[in-house]
């Protein structure tokens, strides 16, 4: 059963530093997503992709995130000036289309020191 | 926005007695409300969903019922065992934004005792 993937699996990185976390949605789907979960915490939304533009983002996702789809199967978000309070498991997911399940990946865990 | 929330927190149950949780959503224009399950460490994985257009489903040992004139929806697992312990994340999605969305619940620590 095809599955979505991310690397790393964990991130560590210095405060202001820039990460970049690489998602390959399932190949047929044209829905992506970002999610975060800080330790103990919900799975926060932040934003959501199609047709090579934002569809939707939370107030989470501010200047200091941006998305792209660089190829025809990577999907990466960028933190660009990382804070402490970026440390969480980040998760892609993905879906065929609106309407039906996401489709999540195992998770980057990004830790900020 | 969307906000979801869910009860209990924290729930213990023996082996084989029956575990329940319970979440209520805002907006009535949610049509969709999946419950995930993750076990430490891992993805939250999809274990049964339900759409607006039903009032229950079932799969097996676990069930969900949706009430959306109360906007509640609940989960329901019989004969629980110790695999069935993880955290259970109820969620749903509604039409703004495309119906992409996903809200979820503060997530239910569920621990089954052998």
């Known amino acids: 059963e095809p599955e979505v993937t991310q690397t790393p699996s964990h991130q560590v990185t210095q405060m202001g530093q820039e990460v970049i976390l690489r998602c390959v949605p399932i190949?047929?789907?044209?829905?992506f997503y970002w999610y975060r979960q800080i330790l103990g915490q919900k799975v926060e939304f932040l934003v959501s992709?199609?047709?090579?533009?934002?569809?939707?983002k939370s107030e989470i996702f501010d200047d200091q995130f941006s998305v792209e789809r660089p190829d025809g199967s990577n999907f990466t978000l960028k933190i660009r000036s990382t804070k402490l309070e970026d440390s969480a498991m980040y998760f892609c997911?993905?879906?065929?289309?609106?309407?039906?399940?996401?489709?999540f990946g195992p998770g980057t865990r990004l830790t900020v020191t | 926005g969307e906000n979801v929330e869910q009860h209990p927190s924290t729930l213990s149950v023996q082996e084989g007695d029956s575990a329940v949780i319970k979440c209520t959503y805002s907006?009535?224009?949610?049509?969709?409300f999946p419950w995930y399950k993750q076990e430490l460490g891992k993805r939250p994985q999809l274990i049964i969903d339900?759409?607006?257009?039903?009032g229950e489903k079932k799969d097996q040992r676990i069930a969900v019922t949706l009430n959306k004139t109360a906007k509640h929806f609940s989960l329901h697992i019989t004969e629980t065992q110790p695999e069935d312990s993880a955290v259970y994340f109820c969620?749903?999605?509604?039409?703004?934004?495309?119906?992409?969305?996903?809200?979820f619940g503060i997530g239910t620590k569920l621990q089954v005792i052998p």
């Open positions: 992709f199609y047709n090579n533009e934002i569809s939707e």
């Open positions: 969620a749903a999605r509604g039409a703004r934004g495309g119906y992409q969305k996903v809200t």
């Open positions: 339900i759409r607006s257009n039903v």
């Open positions: 907006d009535s224009a949610s049509n969709y």
């Open positions: 190949s047929n789907h044209l829905y």
């Open positions: 997911a993905s879906t065929i289309d609106r309407g039906y399940e996401q489709y």
